[in-house]
């Protein structure tokens, strides 16, 4: 049997309060906080967070990667490819991006569903200064793995209606969406979820459903169709806010999280049209996540506030003064690709005669002065802890000061890597970290992928 | 052996050096020029197409030989420019000594220059190798570097860090006191103690005080067999060693590497003393230039040198063992943090400190009688670093 072998979310730790958005702005802007992506943080990282976490213990993906977010970053160029290096999935296979709409979620679990792959969904939501979009969007990612045997959830119902109307738009290049008057949208949608949830249901062989996933760009259309289909179980909500392409993947991760065997899940996606899903959850679901405390609700849980100001620059609406260094050159081509395996995917290499590891990979071994005797050891998943620190006050950080950490990898290796989602008193000599994948920086309309560290359960 | 060394056997016999500092009327051409005329001028009848070969060390102020024929159109000599990071002055000067002691030449000169402050940027810039992005030598500025010597120390010899801070802030408060006695120095006045170490933080615990200067300037050496030195002057100073190593540069990546000391200096030194024939460089060394481009870096090169006992350089340096009236005088110029760091410049700049001391022309720094001088000059960073280490004297053997 073929269908959903795993899945992980990745909820960014930065929230912005929607009190200090308010303030900030002079106008009311409600209670809680939306999730924010970091400076350094972007949909392919957040799309890595994701999928490690699925694939933890998990076999890598059969077939492809499929990679869905309305923010690309970068356009021309596949952006699952430096998903799939980080991943360390070698160069076979295939890596594809839906890039562009909310809907290209479904597009990529249906394609990773039907080809046995890696769905990652993953987004970065703003809108205007004061805007709802601003306000109640968030940031984040979730990937789910699919395939033969063992599967934790069977899909046993797949729907769609699609109409061409004019709700929500944005052409290339703006940074914030248009959207038509709220009933227009309210009274196209409403009919197309019907539709296509009617015939899922009725091809699943159910009237309802155990748990019910909504998600949809449209606020007033998810909550209408909630109350159309209540579920017979309450799923405590994330509410980290509408995620974009990430948004359905995270309210489904959410629904397993807390799903029991033998449940069926009601998927609806109302997105330029309605697309309706319905799984049905096995006894083989004691979701990795939830072993290794990686729920979404144990990753909400782990916040940190930032101001308006603050995330208005990592934005790129404001510009802040950056210290009189240079920028860092662009990644160069030919070396990146000479180094995919370390740069992406964090691989060194390990001495056979000696047991020496190093990083980046090197062939003369500074031990025992072996030249070619080394293989390959992948040190992505490894944590580590901090040997000595700095906190660079000089040095070019599009969010500075920058924090440099000397980092002792358990099972041995040692690289100086920048700590992220930390501030310069959470770190001392002997500070647990874990390995994140980021973007360090953007030179030449290059992005910089590497990974950092960020202390556990900081 | 590690090497033979040329114990003697070449002195150098004229200096020059310019003041260090923030000269923005001055370009590399002036004060190559300025450096090198000083030199002539102290050495009568000597002029530059009576020097074999020239050796011109800077690590970004430009590029070949060229970078010192032209401005000082010298016609048609071997001219040999050499890059060692921040040690590359002394590097310029290490290769000159050899092509004398080889007999290939008569008379060279050594020349270092670094133009720094036409960059219009905080700190030391260098142009990067292309690269795949993942270098954290590429993000991580200097300061930061070696300010990853600080907590790694404290955390190994169980030093309060207020004690360290006590200690790195002594020698910033030395080497300006030091400094504030000498007129080519960038930074000519005393420093309260309160002040240094309440300085805007640049990076860990390092402030503004505890880095060294970034400068502009140049400084040279004419160089002959020892034998032939009486013909430029009546008192050359002898090169007793000449000890440069290459690291492995894999502190980074090594974890048994614990960020307290310099294996690349602790070798050097090694090296220095046997070809000198130092066996107990507390007691014989009489002055030491050291490369204290941030305070912790000076307090660790006293224990890699073997000043002091390891975990102890703090104490020492609280108790001022190394100030100008201390046992053993270390940086009596003012050093990089005081007299200011022009890269290719730096390491001639030290030798010109011994050159000025043995002959009694320090001034207010004059120390008494100086027999030996040791030269001590880092370029790159902790876990990646060259050294050189050289041993000068006023006597032959």
Not at chain 1, 260 to 277: Q, V, Y
Not at chain 2, 287 to 312: K, N, Q, W, Y
């Amino acid at each position: 049997m073929s269908g959903l072998l795993a899945y992980g979310a990745y909820v960014p730790r930065h929230r912005l309060q929607r009190a200090e958005l308010g303030s900030a702005l002079g106008v009311p802007a409600g209670k809680g906080a939306r999730t924010v992506a970091a400076y350094d943080e972007d949909s392919t990282t957040m799309a890595v967070e994701a999928a490690r976490r699925a694939l933890a213990g998990a076999r890598p993906p059969v077939g492809g990667v499929y990679f869905a977010t309305t923010a690309p970053a970068y356009v021309d160029k596949t952006n699952a490819t430096a998903i799939h290096a980080a991943l360390d999935l070698g160069h076979e296979g295939f890596a594809v991006d839906f890039a562009g709409s909310v809907r290209g979620a479904v597009g990529a679990l249906r394609a990773a569903a039907a080809g046995s792959g890696l769905a990652a969904l993953s987004d970065v939501r703003s809108g205007r200064p004061g805007s709802a979009d601003e306000r109640d969007s968030g940031d984040g990612a979730a990937a789910f793995l699919f395939g033969d045997g063992g599967v934790i959830a069977e899909v046993v119902a797949d729907t769609s209606a699609t109409a061409e109307f004019l709700d929500r738009w944005r052409a290339p290049g703006d940074t914030a969406s248009s959207t038509w008057e709220e009933r227009f949208g309210l009274e196209m949608y409403l009919p197309l979820i019907k539709d296509a949830v009617t015939r899922a249901l009725s091809a699943a062989g159910i009237e309802q459903a155990d748990r019910v996933v909504i998600s949809s760009p449209h606020a007033r259309t998810a909550a209408a169709t909630a109350k159309s289909y209540p579920a017979r179980l309450a799923t405590e909500p994330a509410p980290l806010g509408f995620s974009g392409a990430a948004d359905l993947g995270i309210g489904l991760a959410n629904a397993l999280d807390q799903a029991g065997p033998g449940e069926t899940i009601l998927l609806i996606s109302a997105a330029d049209g309605c697309d309706a899903t319905v799984l049905r959850t096995t006894d083989r679901l004691v979701s990795p996540s939830q072993q290794a405390g990686d729920t979404v609700a144990a990753q909400l849980a782990l916040s940190r506030d930032i101001r308006y100001s603050t995330f208005l620059a990592w934005r790129g609406v404001i510009e802040k003064e950056t210290g009189r260094r240079p920028e860092p050159d662009r990644p160069a081509g030919p070396p990146s690709a000479r180094s995919e395996a370390w740069k992406f995917g964090f691989v060194g290499s390990r001495c056979t005669e000696c047991g020496r590891v190093h990083l980046p990979p090197t062939r003369v071994c500074s031990n025992c002065h072996s030249v070619d005797k080394m293989e390959r050891m992948r040190i992505s998943e490894a944590p580590g802890t901090v040997a000595t620190y700095t906190v660079d006050r000089l040095a070019f950080s599009p969010s500075p000061p920058m924090i440099d950490v000397v980092v002792d990898f358990d099972g041995g290796g040692r690289y100086t890597l920048e700590m992220t989602d930390a501030s310069p008193d959470e770190v001392e000599i002997g500070t647990r970290v874990e390995t994140t994948f980021r973007r360090l920086y953007t030179s030449g309309g290059v992005h910089n992928y590497f990974w950092k560290v960020r202390p556990v359960n900081g | 052996m590690a090497s033979n060394g040329i114990r003697d056997r070449v002195a150098i016999v004229g200096m020059g050096c310019t003041a260090f500092g923030e000269h923005w009327d001055r370009s590399a051409d002036d004060l190559l020029l300025d450096a090198v005329q000083e030199c002539f001028s102290s050495t009568p009848g000597v002029t530059q197409a009576d020097v074999d070969a020239y050796w011109l060390g800077t690590m970004s102020s430009g590029q070949s030989g060229l970078v010192l024929s032209r401005p000082l159109r010298l016609d048609y000599k071997p001219v040999t420019r050499v890059e060692n990071f921040c040690a590359t002055g002394s590097e310029a000067f290490r290769n000159a000594c050899y092509a004398v002691a080889s007999g290939a030449y008569d008379l060279v000169m050594a020349v270092g220059v670094e133009k720094l402050k036409d960059s219009g940027y905080s700190g030391l810039v260098r142009s990067q190798t292309p690269g795949d992005g993942t270098a954290p030598e590429s993000a991580l500025t200097a300061p930061a570097a070696f300010s990853l010597l600080d907590p790694a120390y404290c955390k190994k010899f169980d030093v309060d860090p207020g004690d360290m801070r006590d200690a790195m802030t002594h020698v910033a408060w030395k080497n300006h006191h030091n400094g504030a006695l000498n007129p080519r120095a960038q930074f000519r006045k005393e420093v309260a103690k309160d002040k240094i170490a309440a300085s805007p933080l640049v990076a860990g615990r390092l402030g503004v005080f505890d880095c060294s200067g970034v400068s502009d300037g140049s400084a040279c050496a004419l160089i002959c067999r020892s034998e032939d030195a009486h013909l430029y002057t009546d008192k050359p100073m002898y090169v007793k060693a000449l000890a440069m190593v290459a690291g492995p540069a894999d502190g980074p990546i090594d974890p048994a590497y614990d960020y307290t000391t310099f294996p690349e200096v602790v070798h050097a030194a090694a090296d220095a003393y046997r070809q000198a024939g130092v066996t107990n460089p507390r007691e014989e060394i009489s002055l030491a230039e050291v490369h204290d481009c941030f305070t912790p870096t000076e307090i660790v090169l006293m224990e890699d040198m073997g000043f002091s006992e390891r975990g102890e350089a703090w104490r020492d340096v609280l108790a001022g063992d190394f100030d100008l009236d201390g046992k053993l005088p270390i940086n009596p110029d003012g050093g990089l943090k005081s007299f200011g760091h022009p890269v290719g410049a730096s390491g001639l700049r030290m030798l010109f400190e011994c050159w000025l001391q043995f002959r009694g022309e320090a001034g207010e720094r004059q120390l008494t009688d100086p027999k030996l001088g040791l030269t001590h000059n880092l370029g790159g960073r902790p876990g990646t670093c060259v050294s050189f280490v050289s041993i000068v004297g006023s006597e032959k053997g």
